[in-house]
């Protein structure tokens, strides 16, 4: 039977080393590569095209959102589980909306987690029944009002949230341009359509909204420009 192949992409030491334990205990997976930072995470994709990414969300450098979406853009064939503190219906719905075909929050035990990759890695999805019973929950409750939902905000592009995290992790405009390859000038031009589009006027107004939508930890914020 072909083993499958997975990605680790998480920020902490101690987590990647406890999945790659548990993964490697069985003959049915193949940790080839991990990740501390979500742009490693895309590159490592490109480069080993594993079967599954097992994404967390709050990754440094790029979030595991933008992450997930830069990885299927590039090797559509692979698969991407959510694996995160978070359990908020507003992460899993844009988890899901980027691509991610599963999502587990960390208190799930190993054996949940070790299913819910092959799952995936079947062309399943796979949700913590935690997150299904409630998804399913809030949809009948949905159909049953027939309440009318309020207009979207205006999606950010993906050069937009690279921009957002890295402006919120205290990058000032010349660090974000190098991070990049962009100019200064074009950095800013990304900082106003991200103001325009969020209507916050300040950087410290984005931090903020970084951290209340997930793209970063409060305890990474730091001081900016």
Do not use: C, W
């Amino acid at each position: 039977m072909k083993r499958i192949t997975v990605l680790l992409a998480e920020d902490h030491s101690i987590v990647r080393e406890g999945l790659r334990s548990l993964l490697e205990l069985g003959s049915d997976f193949e940790v080839v590569g991990e990740a501390e930072t979500g742009r490693q995470a895309v590159s490592l994709a490109r480069k080993l095209h594993p079967t599954v990414v097992v994404m967390d969300i709050a990754m440094p450098m790029l979030n595991g959102f933008e992450a997930t979406r830069q990885i299927l853009l590039a090797v559509p064939d692979t698969k991407v589980l959510v694996l995160s503190a978070h359990s908020d219906d507003e992460y899993v719905a844009h988890m899901a909306a980027v691509g991610a075909s599963g999502y587990l929050v960390k208190q799930n035990s190993g054996q949940v987690l070790v299913h819910a990759i092959k799952e995936v890695a079947s062309g399943r999805s796979y949700f913590s029944p935690s997150i299904s019973k409630r998804q399913g929950n809030a949809e009948r409750r949905a159909r049953e009002s027939g309440a009318a939902r309020g207009k979207p905000k205006r999606a950010l592009t993906g050069r937009e949230a690279e921009v957002l995290q890295l402006v919120a992790e205290g990058a000032a405009n010349k660090q974000v341009a190098a991070e990049l390859g962009i100019s200064v000038k074009t950095v800013e031009k990304h900082r106003q359509q991200l103001m325009d589009k969020l209507d916050i006027h300040d950087t410290a107004g984005l931090t903020r909204h970084a951290i209340a939508t997930g793209v970063i930890e409060s305890t990474i914020q730091k001081t900016t420009d």
